[in-house]
């Protein structure tokens, strides 16, 4: 169990920062209330109010969010191996074309779509 001792200091020590801060930014930040506070907002774009039975919803930033991900995820892969590079050889090399390859095509793909178009 005193393996585990730091871990339980550090997390105290995190819970500890954290009531703090919270504690100081709700005594010294200013507390300006306000109605457009409190109205929802998202993107840029001003709420309104939607039918009872639902609405369309823009589908553009759930295809930009998707975009990132992929994206995001083709760079934790490429990470690992360029690091190390030199030590695995022609075969990562080749795995790593096919996989930046495939990327490209669906890059391409959405590309062509107007899918980075931000109107």
Known sequence: MNIYTPVVGLLALAAAFMALAIGLSKIVGPARKNR??????ECGIEATPQPAEGGRVPVKYYIT???YIVFDIEIVFLYPWAVSFDKMGLFALIEMVLFIVTVFIAYMYV?????????
């Open 65 to 67: 969010a998707m975009l």
């Open 111 to 119: 590309f062509r779509r107007g899918g980075l178009n931000w109107d």
């Open 36 to 41: 457009a506070k409190y109205d929802p907002y």
